[in-house]
């Protein structure tokens, strides 16, 4: 696999720059001075420290840099409790819901979730719980917990349900 790196018209493959401790993880590190070293025109850097040492002449001769934005990956747990109670709230909506067609688009929606989450049981503490864990990424959620919230109050108190 080497060879075929090496035999690459495209790829040039250069000794490792003399490691230097700039203040940053090894991999912004080896990437300003690699940069530094083969005269990079550009250098594509996400970490504000490394911009910062870039900016100050360590490499500032020899490239320009250029602001990105970081990018973090949040992995998606079906498990994880605010799609639990989305599942059993619209269970829930599902026997409650009068009107056939919005019945049977709830039903879809659920069959959707349900092959990848198990519900939960319904109650108060439960929807208290889901309510603190809601931050930034999850505030698409706050809608579905309010319905769900009050779907559950409903059927456990069914002299509050309005007139049919």
Same mark, same amino acid.
């Given at each position: ?22 203040? @940053? ?6 990437? %300003? $001075?690699?940069? !530094?070293?083969?005269? +990079? ?6 970490? #504000? ?6 900016? #100050?002449? %360590?490499? +500032? &001769?020899?490239? !320009? ?6 990018? #973090?990956? =949040?992995?998606?747990?079906?498990? =994880?409790?605010?799609?639990?109670? $989305? ?6 909506? *599902?026997? $409650?819901?009068?009107? =056939?067609? @919005?019945?049977? &688009?709830?039903?879809?929606? *659920? ?11 319904? =109650? ?14 999850? #505030? ?7 319905? &769900?919230?009050?779907?559950? +109050? ?6 509050? *349900?309005?007139?049919?």
């Amino acid at each position: 696999m080497l060879a075929t790196i090496q035999a690459a018209d495209w790829i040039d493959v250069v000794e490792d720059p003399i490691v230097q401790d700039l203040g @940053l993880d090894p991999g912004e590190t080896a990437a %300003i $001075l690699l940069a !530094e070293k083969v005269g +990079a025109e550009a250098l594509l850097i996400d970490e #504000r420290r490394g911009r910062v040492v870039v900016a #100050r002449g %360590i490499a +500032a &001769s020899s490239a !320009e840099v250029c602001a990105t934005l970081p990018c #973090r990956h =949040h992995p998606r747990s079906s498990q =994880h409790l605010l799609n639990q109670l $989305l599942l059993s709230g619209l269970q829930l909506g *599902t026997t $409650l819901a009068r009107d =056939h067609a @919005l019945k049977g &688009s709830i039903h879809r929606l *659920t069959r959707v979730l349900a092959d990848t989450t198990r519900p939960v049981p319904l =109650h108060a503490g439960l929807f208290e719980t889901a309510r603190r864990q809601i931050n930034r990424l999850t #505030r698409t959620y706050e809608p579905a917990l309010r319905s &769900s919230s009050s779907s559950t +109050a409903a059927a456990r108190c069914p002299s509050a *349900t309005p007139p049919r």
